[in-house]
């Protein structure tokens, strides 16, 4: 029987009541909805609401069904209606009367919000962890490659030299980005709803501070219709995952593109790549379509958060229910993908021989050309026009930049002399673009030195 059924006059339609659950999605709050109790156990016994014995009472009660759950000597019943429903009927079972004392001076309404609130700070974290870890491996990475030589691209045609450890760090500086959002989100979210009632607080003389003071929150809503009804933090932090989902996914795309046999620029370990049931010769990068996928799940949890919000009156409404499925597979599917992606690329081959060859081919080093005659005095128009003929000459003549005498140079311009060799030498185009946030040597450490630095002030 449900503990609200006194008001109804008949049994409530089995379906109705399968419809109506949601304990198989909010099961996974039990350790929180314990602890959210137990807090508020404790501070009903401190204010006299209840006796000093039913508190103690309650929360040895509390404490034994959570090392029952997490043994795995108790679980839940399929016909609960929800997690805490559950808790409170197991703990009635438990003690009689004084199981009943435990939802005094709360509603299902706070105890939702606040549950919810301490799993995704808790959630959050496991999110950050696994950000910190692949920006960790990102970093490793670039310093292992500040010498490896790679084409740049814009609209997927290359454009000019650059390290691999610069393109990585362009990664790091997302994921960093994701990580300062994540923190962020859990410092706003991080004041507690309960006390907050069904949507008017209580006329009993609680003590909401102490209660968000053991549970390890900054301080309390300050407006009890928000306190039950708002659902801003999880809407932000499906946001702030539907984003690290995006870079994952624009990350995936190169991966898929350098493992290619036009690119060739990665080899991806065995154990991150599957091969075809019909084509012998395949190694498909399976690892990175399914995160480059997944990010539309991500998506689409964000938009089925928002439209369920958008047109919801104070306070709370029943299709707020449905806010948890999202949420919870948002934090799941980023947290797994994170994991399973920095695996994948710690584990990779780069191909540094490959890249280099491939910057070695494009016209990359045409902006170096162009720059070279403006050191010379030239404007730069004039010196872009001349080296768009001279680009044109070189495709005539199936050659590079590198393959010309200086006579040839000295066709399109008197300016050109024997220096204009180094000014077009690929590591000297990298090397010489040491503005803060280049590629030169000195920018890649600088960048390094401020992502780890970052990175340190995030705990484990």
Known sequence: MNLWSARFSSEINPLVNDFNSSIHVDSRMYKQDIQGS???????????????????????????????????????????????????????????????????????????????????KERSQDVMRALKGLVTTLVKLAKEHGDTIMPAYTHLQKAQPISFAHHLLAYASMF??????????????????????????????????????????????????????????????????????????????????????????????????????????????????????????????????LTMMKGLPLAYNKDMQEDKEALFDSFDTAELCLVIFDEMLASSDVQKDVMKKAAQSGFINATDCADYLVKKGLPFRDAYSIVGSLVKYLELHDKVFEELSLEEFQVFSPLFEQDVFSAIQLENCVENRKVMGGPAKSSVEKQIELIEEILDGYYD
């Open 176 to 305: 960093i980005r994701d990580l300062e959002r994540m923190d962020q989100a859990c410092e706003r979210m991080n004041v507690s709803p309960l006390g907050s009632g069904a949507l008017a607080t209580t006329t009993y003389p609680i003590d909401r501070n102490m209660v968000a003071e053991e549970l390890g929150f900054n301080g309390i809503t300050i407006n009890s219709l928000d306190g039950v009804s708002d659902r801003d933090f999880a809407i932000e932090i499906a946001n702030n995952i539907a984003l690290i989902m995006m870079h994952l996914s624009r990350f995936s795309e190169e991966i898929i593109l350098w493992c290619s046999s036009e690119f060739k620029y990665l080899k991806l370990d065995d154990a991150y790549a599957t091969g075809s049931s019909i084509m012998p010769q395949k190694k498909n990068p399976d690892i990175a379509e399914l995160v480059r996928g997944k990010s539309g799940r991500c998506f689409g949890n964000l938009i089925s958060l």
């Open 38 to 120: 137990i807090a508020h156990a404790r501070m009903l016994g401190a204010q006299g609401i209840i006796s000093k014995e039913d508190s103690e009472a309650l929360i040895e009660g509390l404490h034994e069904i959570l090392s029952q759950i997490e043994e795995g000597t108790l679980s839940f019943d399929e016909h609960d209606e929800d997690i805490h429903m559950a808790i409170e009927g197991l703990l009635t079972e438990k003690l009689g009367d004084v199981g009943k004392r435990l939802h005094t001076a709360r509603s299902r309404n706070d105890q939702v919000a606040l549950d919810l609130r301490m799993y995704s």
